[in-house]
């Protein structure tokens, strides 16, 4: 009987451990609350109420956060936008001929890329307070399919040095580089080719996204190109 017991527990270990995590499943949030700053919000919201989902969700709170410039030591989006509302209705009391035209905040974020092993989201923002033009970026979060936590470069990235040399001959390729008189350097503000921040995943490969400033100038906007998996799947630590 006690060998019979022992082999109906293993049965029941061997089978759990195989069951597929399920996938993470995503609702798409707005924000319904009126301000008298032009705030609008609409972004990703992982369904249920497990630690993954509060895990997910907290970080990609995080990140919206940290992307914005006047984050400081606000710590979730409610304060934020608040805050935001107030300092423009600070403004406009104590400069009334220059509060037009309204302020403006604006987040959005999307899913981008699902599989057994990593989500990616990229989550865009955009802030005005007056003069010539706002500030917008966009940030890509990757993260762990199964845990929710961040995954950082290194995670999955077998040798950043091996994927950089690699991301300079498409990064070439993407900006006509040859077809041009401009130099590498142009391109960094006399420093050499540098990855950027922002590299996720998509459905066509890896993206390497550059927000303006990053290279070149404003005016040039986002520079973003994709290294097809066929060619990085060899850097890979996650596929």
Known sequence: MKRMLT??????????????????????????????????????????????????????????????????????LNTLFKDFNNEFLEFKKNFDEASEPVWELDVETELVYQSEAVLTIVISTYEFKGGAHGNDQIKFLNLDAKTGTILTLDDFIENKNDLKSLAQIHFKKASELKDTTLNMDDFFFGKPFQLPENIGYSDDGLVLLYNPYDVVSYDQGYFEFVIPFEAVDSYLRIK
Request: include cysteine.
């Open 7 to 76: 082999l109906f527990f293993f049965i029941i270990v061997l089978t759990s451990c195989s069951e597929d995590v399920k996938p993470a499943t995503f609702e798409t949030i707005s924000l319904n609350e009126s301000f008298d700053a032009e705030i609008t919000a609409t972004f990703s919201k992982a369904e249920g109420k497990d630690q993954r989902s509060t895990t997910i969700n907290q970080n990609i709170e995080n990140a919206i956060v940290e992307t914005l410039s006047i984050a400081d030591t606000k710590s979730d």
